[in-house]
């Protein structure tokens, strides 16, 4: 997929799983300008494409997933009023896309996965970290005001005493002590990511997409204060699993003791 710039890469396998890579190695793949403008129209080309089943966001080379903003571009866009509300317009686009995105997304990491690297992973529905890899928000290292959405991210993911921790200490978590916080799903040796990854997507690839598409709307809802909940809007996607053919499949498929061939439809 042609994203407009050689910093965010795109691919989809035979298997339907598509891989976003955030491409800026030289600078551990810190998120450019360029990857903010990308990203919006990369992730709903591949939320259009129904032969995407599992999306897979990973970070260029073995030293980082992301490794936060790209500090050499604070000085023209994050510094006078107007170029701060720029750039929170610009991060609010990517996030609208990451929230519109029904399909499951992994996070792949590897290195550090800093600042707006974490933001970056927190949007995912699961991560999955190598050995090694280090988690934090410098924040309170650089004296940058941090958002409220990025702060109520991280509470309702960890708890408001561990978001306390990470945001007023600055340090920087080891991938186990991720793990233990919740922050990830889980930790695997470099070695193995890949494989690990690609297993767990190449399954949920096999599932029926609306079902998966259903559930994930449902844990959306679930995170959201309850009077803004749209509840009716999940409860009509369960029943249009229901009404489908693949749910026909589904038992068709396990009476003849073989794998099913769902068509989200």
């Not at 598509?18 to 990203?39: C, D, G, I, Q, W």
Request: proline share 3%; with cysteine.
């Amino acid at each position: 997929m042609d994203t407009g710039t050689d910093m965010l890469l795109v691919d989809v396998d035979d298997d339907g799983i598509a891989t976003v890579t955030f491409n800026n190695p030289s600078k551990h793949n810190a998120l450019s300008r360029a990857m903010r403008e990308a990203l919006p129209g990369a992730l709903g080309a591949l939320e259009a494409d129904d032969a995407v089943r599992v999306i897979v966001a990973t970070g260029a080379g073995e030293k980082a997933f992301v490794s936060g903003a790209d500090i050499s571009e604070f000085r023209d866009q994050r510094t006078t009023p107007e170029a701060r509300k720029a750039y929170d317009q610009a991060a609010a686009v990517g996030g609208r896309a990451w929230g519109e995105l029904s399909k499951p997304v992994i996070a792949m990491i590897r290195g550090y996965c800093i600042g707006g690297g974490l933001l970056t992973a927190m949007q995912t529905d699961i991560r999955i970290a190598a050995e090694g890899s280090q988690f934090g928000v410098p924040a309170a290292r650089l004296g940058l005001g941090y958002g409220y959405g990025g702060v109520k991210a991280l509470v309702d993911l960890v708890g408001a005493s561990w978001a306390s921790e990470i945001l007023f200490s600055a340090r920087r978590l080891s991938a186990e002590e991720a793990l233990h916080i919740g922050l990830v799903n889980r930790v695997v040796e470099p070695e193995r990511l890949r494989d690990d990854v690609w297993e767990l997507a190449r399954t949920m690839a096999g599932n029926a997409p609306m079902t998966v598409a259903a559930c994930k709307a449902a844990i959306r809802e679930a995170t959201r204060d309850p009077d803004r909940r749209d509840l009716a809007r999940v409860a009509e996607m369960v029943e249009a699993c229901f009404r489908s053919e693949d749910y026909l499949e589904g038992q068709k498929a396990f009476m003849e003791k073989r794998d099913p061939n769902f068509r989200g439809r």
